[in-house]
């Protein structure tokens, strides 16, 4: 039997929202399409749904304001929910955040669904909601997301922009769950990006079934508190 | 918005009508009505003081450190600054500020998250995040660990570098420092006065802060 092997795969259309339970010893791989996608992203420990993603837990954990291979992240209670096994990218976004009706509507125009049809603006704050609220959450689970494919600069006296073109067709970044794991996903555009036109990409996800992490494994070792983060992540499930 | 705005306030203290020093390693809950003033002083310098903002109407509208530092795409606080929540409602705006950067990446600290970064021995030290949860539990308005998100860490410097790393610089802050903010609408405020003895947030040394509120501006 292959170490891997692909259970299913389906594409996430621009503007869109998904939610999937990734079990233990499976991976998500996000394939960027078309080039420039952004995929925002929260995530929770399914079976307790109180404990999930944590921005600043992940950053002062690591050192880091950027994600890539060999990072994790972390949940509230000090265990990982994920680690990135793969990465094309190299930079992953964490502080951006996502856009709201009020920002998409002012900075790309109204756009409803009577008018539109399917093709009505989203926005990842409403996104997230809704796809919450499907799992019993709401708005108090709201927590800071990532932003996979996409990279903010933060210049000396801290301010922020948005790189232009860094994720490229082809580029793909890949989660492998450490936990039963709540994944949220939107396809909406980065609320940094400049880009004045409403074209949010799509994104090709893939489930597969991958080994446990090993004694060495790259995202283990990348620093002393991952070895402790995986170490307190493996005596939940013991 | 630059990196950092000094601006002095010209409030008095002997005028303020609520004026409270919490001790490191204490929480302090109260709720700032719109149009109201509230000086968090660094009494000692040094102090990391971990505060959250709710809207005092709503308490799952509450600040954001995500859509506050993309509002005003700067990751630090000074004066200027506007509190943003997640329904996008302005909470507070930074009125005065004598220290002159504040951090919105570095959260709370934890038991849990103190295993991680120092080493699982040290599960049994105060944090933060038990000071905010014993307090919202006592206060007993509904509130869990769930309303327990991403806080501010007035005095408390944290930089970003051009590699995309997350540094733990001493403070910038010395004795009698503070940051003055206006409430834009009724907030309820939760603090925990740092505990953490493990990184140079609170200069290995944590010490009380003093907590002012006036009515108003200054006649």
């Avoid at chain 2, 996008?88 to 038991?111: N, P, S, Y």
């Amino acid at each position: 039997m292959k170490e891997t092997s692909l259970l299913w795969e389906e594409t996430i259309q621009g503007g869109a929202t998904w939610s999937h339970v990734l079990k233990r010893g499976t991976s998500l791989r996000i394939f960027d399409l078309e080039g420039g996608a952004n995929v925002a992203a929260i995530f929770y420990n399914f079976e307790c749904p109180v404990e999930r993603y944590n921005m600043p837990d992940t950053l002062k954990a690591q050192h880091i304001a950027r994600l890539t291979k060999g990072f994790v992240l972390y949940s509230d209670m000090g265990r990982i929910l994920c680690s990135i096994i793969e990465d094309t990218v190299g930079w992953h976004d964490p502080i951006g955040g996502t856009s709201s009706a009020k920002l998409v509507s002012a900075k790309y125009g109204p756009s409803a669904y009577q008018e539109h049809r399917n093709d009505y603006h989203k926005n990842g704050r409403d996104g997230f909601l809704i796809e919450l609220g499907k799992w019993g959450l709401g708005p108090r689970d709201l927590v800071p997301n990532v932003n996979f494919f996409s990279r903010v600069d933060v210049a000396e006296d801290g301010s922020m922009s948005f790189a232009h073109g860094s994720s490229k067709a082809g580029d793909y970044v890949e989660l492998r769950s450490e936990m039963n794991v709540l994944a949220i996903l939107n396809t909406c555009q980065h609320p940094l990006d400049p880009n004045p036109k409403y074209e949010p990409k799509p994104v090709q996800v893939s489930i597969r079934r991958v080994p446990a992490p090993r004694q060495d494994d790259a995202c283990r070792i990348s620093r002393p508190e991952n070895v402790r983060g995986f170490t307190l992540t493996e005596r939940y499930f013991l | 918005m630059s990196g950092i705005n000094l601006v002095e306030s010209k409030l008095d203290p002997d005028k303020a009508i609520y004026r409270q020093v919490v001790p490191a390693g204490e929480p302090w809950i109260h709720t700032v009505r719109g149009g109201q003033y509230f000086r968090i002083v660094d009494l000692h310098g040094n102090q990391a003081v971990d505060t959250l903002f709710y809207n005092a109407h709503d308490y799952s509208d509450r600040y954001s450190a995500q859509d506050t530092i993309q509002q005003q795409r700067n990751i630090y606080l000074t004066t200027g600054a506007k509190l943003i929540s997640t329904n996008g409602t302005v909470l507070l705006t930074i009125v005065a500020d004598t220290c002159g950067r504040h951090d919105t990446l570095g959260g709370a600290c934890a038991t849990e998250s103190n295993m991680v970064r120092y080493a699982i021995e040290k599960r049994h030290m105060h944090a933060c995040r038990n000071s905010f949860l014993k307090t919202v539990i006592e206060w007993d308005h509904g509130m869990t660990k769930r309303d327990i998100t991403s806080n501010v860490n007035f005095f408390m410097n944290v930089p970003v570098t051009a590699e995309g790393k997350l540094t733990f610089e001493d403070g910038i802050s010395n004795p009698g420092k503070y940051v003055e903010l206006r409430a834009e609408t009724d907030v309820l405020v939760l603090i925990s006065n740092c505990p953490q003895l493990n990184n140079p947030c609170n200069a290995y040394n944590p010490t009380p802060v003093q907590v002012l509120i006036w009515d108003g501006p200054a006649t």
